[in-house]
């Protein structure tokens, strides 16, 4: 038996709120989320979309959420790249 944590991806979704997980920094518009890299630590996670679309955005974050969910910790090294 192995002594080590296996994380297991969580994701809160708000329907009444489309934007959720998503912030608007000066035009262009960011994901951010939440890691619990242990059960004592967490540390919060923004990483550009590289769009100033909110459509775009929102697919991207809903691209990036499907991916999370297949591969588990396996994430892309660049959001926009997942699109």
């Known amino acids: 038996m192995s002594d080590s944590i296996t994380p297991i991806?969580?994701?809160r979704v708000h329907t009444t709120n489309p934007n959720h997980h998503l912030w608007n920094n000066n035009g262009t518009w960011f994901l951010h989320y939440t890691v619990h890299p242990t059960p004592f630590t967490k540390e919060r996670?923004?990483?550009s979309l590289?769009?100033?679309c909110l459509e775009t955005a929102r697919q991207r974050?809903?691209?990036f959420?499907?991916?999370l969910a297949t591969h588990g910790t396996a994430l892309p090294s660049?959001?926009?790249a997942v699109a």
Do not use: E, L, Y
């Open 45 to 47: 996670i923004r990483r």
């Open 50 to 52: 590289g769009t100033k």
């Open 61 to 63: 974050r809903d691209s």
């Open 9 to 11: 991806p969580a994701v």
């Open 78 to 80: 660049r959001v926009a």
């Open 65 to 67: 959420f499907q991916n």
